[in-house]
C-alpha cells in the first residue's frame, strides 16, 4: 500500500458515501483511477465491507460491557457458541487469566445479567469478570498510521 492508497482509506473511513470523483480530487487522480484503486483494496481484502455507524444507545444497547471469560477447557474453536447470542458483537481468543474477551452490548443491566446467564451456561466457561463501560472517550476505525503500517 502506498501513501494515495492510506489517503483513500481514510476518506472511506471518514465517509464511506463518497463518489469517485471526491475520492480522486482528494488525492489527485481521476474518478476511474480512485475506482481501480478501490476496487484492488476490496480485492485485497483491504477493505472487508462497506457499511454505516448506528448509535447502539439508540437501538437499546446503552450498556456496554467487555467480558473476560474463563474456562476449564479450550474453547477457542466454538466462536458459534459466542455468536449464538446476538448481543455479543465481538468475541477474541486472548492470552492471559482469561480464554476469551467478548464485547456486549444490552439496553439495561438485567439485560446484560441474562447474557452472563446465557455465556455461563456454556460447556466449560467456569467464570466470568465483567467492566460494564460508563462512558467512552471515543472509538476510531484501524489506520495503517497507528498500526506501524506506511
Do not use: C, N
Not at 475506482?35 to 444497547?61: F, M, N, Q, S, Y
Amino acid at each position: 500500500m502506498d501513501q494515495i492508497d492510506h489517503v483513500l482509506l481514510a476518506q472511506l473511513q471518514q465517509d464511506a458515501t463518497r463518489s469517485y470523483a471526491a475520492l480522486g480530487r482528494a488525492v489527485g487522480l481521476s474518478a476511474g483511477a480512485a475506482h481501480e484503486r478501490v476496487r484492488k483494496l476490496r480485492e485485497r481484502g483491504v477493505i472487508r465491507r462497506t457499511t454505516i455507524e448506528v448509535d447502539p444507545a439508540a437501538l437499546g444497547g446503552a450498556v456496554l460491557a467487555y467480558v473476560m471469560v474463563e474456562t476449564s477447557v479450550w474453547i477457542g474453536d466454538s466462536a458459534e457458541v459466542f455468536s449464538a447470542i446476538p448481543e455479543i458483537l465481538e468475541a477474541h481468543v486472548i492470552a492471559g487469566s482469561a480464554s476469551v474477551l467478548l464485547k456486549a452490548r444490552t439496553a439495561t443491566t438485567e439485560r446484560l445479567q441474562d447474557v452472563l446467564r446465557r455465556v455461563y451456561a456454556i460447556d466449560g466457561v467456569s467464570g466470568t469478570q465483567v467492566t460494564v463501560v460508563l462512558e467512552t472517550f471515543f472509538e476510531r476505525p484501524p489506520s495503517p498510521e497507528a498500526t506501524g503500517e506506511a
